[in-house]
């Protein structure tokens, strides 16, 4: 049975978008439960470190806005443009970047990422948890470049075809239904933005042993039993309580740790 992500979403978004305080409160969580933000944001600081003066950052499917706003927080010369493809969330994020006195330079809107580009506007490309999503992900790649100044960065997170969206053999089926693709192969990966004219590109694996149990405590089994029933969502916080420490050290097991395989891929590609 594949499970759906966004119901829980809309859900949970009712609960903490009711104040900025609430909603700040739930990205804090989020940095914390989710690996993959584990990953990102050690390489935006390694980023980071590389950039002076203004940066301009394109949030490519920017979602809640969770990353962009982490993003925001990192400088006042970070500008981001956040775009998606949910007209309802883009302006939820509008609303909230304006509460929080951000949005001089923070900015959202509707855009396909299979057209969006912006000619030599960006130093920096994040896309977590989307390339799975897009059938044209070649179109989107050459975008990213054309997108990029020379010299800027593309960052991504997404499954890998090593288990990514728990699926380990040919007779499973995504966790979630709404991939196009299982996970990409790391020599895939590769191959293809090396063709959208990227010059350098480095891959790792996340999500590995520790990571995977992590995943599976503080992801899977949640949202498997908030799609049986709305009840667990009383549950949860206990559920939570005991999960949590346990998820943090393993978390921090697999961001610290390198990876023969892992079900996450990490890349970092360089106009």
């Known amino acids: 049975m594949s499970m759906k992500y966004d119901p829980i979403k809309r859900s949970l978004g009712k609960v903490f978008n009711s104040t900025p305080f609430l909603r700040i409160t739930f990205y804090k969580l989020l940095d914390l439960l989710l690996l993959r933000t584990w990953h990102i944001k050690r390489e935006l600081k390694k980023i980071r470190q590389d950039m002076g003066g203004e940066i301009n950052v394109l949030d490519a499917g920017s979602g809640f806005g969770q990353y962009s706003y982490y993003m925001s927080s990192l400088g006042k010369n970070w500008n981001i443009n956040g775009v998606d493809l949910k007209e309802e969330q883009m302006e939820d994020c509008r609303k909230f970047f304006r509460n929080i006195g951000r949005s001089d330079r923070v900015s959202f809107q509707k855009a396909d990422l299979e057209t969006f580009k912006n000619p030599d506007k960006y130093d920096l490309i994040l896309s977590v948890d989307v390339m799975e999503h897009i059938e044209k992900d070649v179109e989107v790649f050459k975008n990213f470049h054309e997108s990029l100044k020379d010299g800027g960065v593309l960052l991504i997170n997404t499954p890998s075809d090593m288990g990514g969206s728990d699926v380990h053999d040919d007779d499973d089926h995504s966790f979630i239904d709404e991939h196009v ?57 206990f559920y939570y309580l005991v999960t949590f420490p346990i998820c943090l050290i393993l978390n921090k097991m697999d961001v610290n740790g390198t990876h023969e395989t892992g079900t996450g891929l990490i890349v970092k590609a360089k106009k």
């Open 181 to 237: 693709r299982d996970g990409y192969n790391m020599n895939e990966m590769h191959d293809k933005l090396k063709y959208a004219g990227f010059s350098h590109v480095y891959l790792h694996y996340a999500y590995g042993k520790p990571g995977k149990i992590s995943w599976r405590l503080s992801m899977k089994y949640p949202i498997s039993m908030l799609n049986v029933s709305k009840i667990f969502f009383i549950l949860l916080p």
